[in-house]
């Protein structure tokens, strides 16, 4: 190993430093080090959402039962009538016809 590559030579450096030195030096490594694993951390991450917000806006469009984000929500008034499986509420069924009294 040749003793005057970069990373032998910072040791001997690193080395020659007093304690309180050598402290303050590893401290603000580490927080260099730090701060460039989170600025790659979220360039990895803007990239991945981009490309999933990339192949969500060309994806099929939604299919037809899926409701719309404008549409109203489910239990909004007047928001869809019951469909064919629904049974209709106490407030929508007609009262059965009663004889009159006058026929019995």
Not at 33 to 60: D, F, N, P, V, Y
Not at 80 to 103: H, K, L, Y
Request: net charge negative; charged share 25%; with cysteine.
């Amino acid at each position: 190993m040749p003793s005057d590559d970069p990373f032998h030579r910072v040791r001997r450096d690193f080395e020659a430093l007093q304690i309180d030195e050598q402290a303050q030096f590893l401290i603000q490594a580490s927080a260099s080090t730090l701060a460039r694993g989170i600025e790659q951390a979220g360039k990895a991450l803007a990239a991945g959402l981009g490309e999933t917000m990339h192949q969500a806006c060309s994806s099929t469009p939604p299919h037809k039962d899926t409701p719309h984000k404008d549409a109203p929500h489910k239990d909004a008034p007047g928001a869809e009538e019951p469909g064919p499986a629904e049974p209709e509420t106490a407030q929508r069924q007609v009262p059965p016809e009663r004889p009159d009294a006058s026929d019995a």
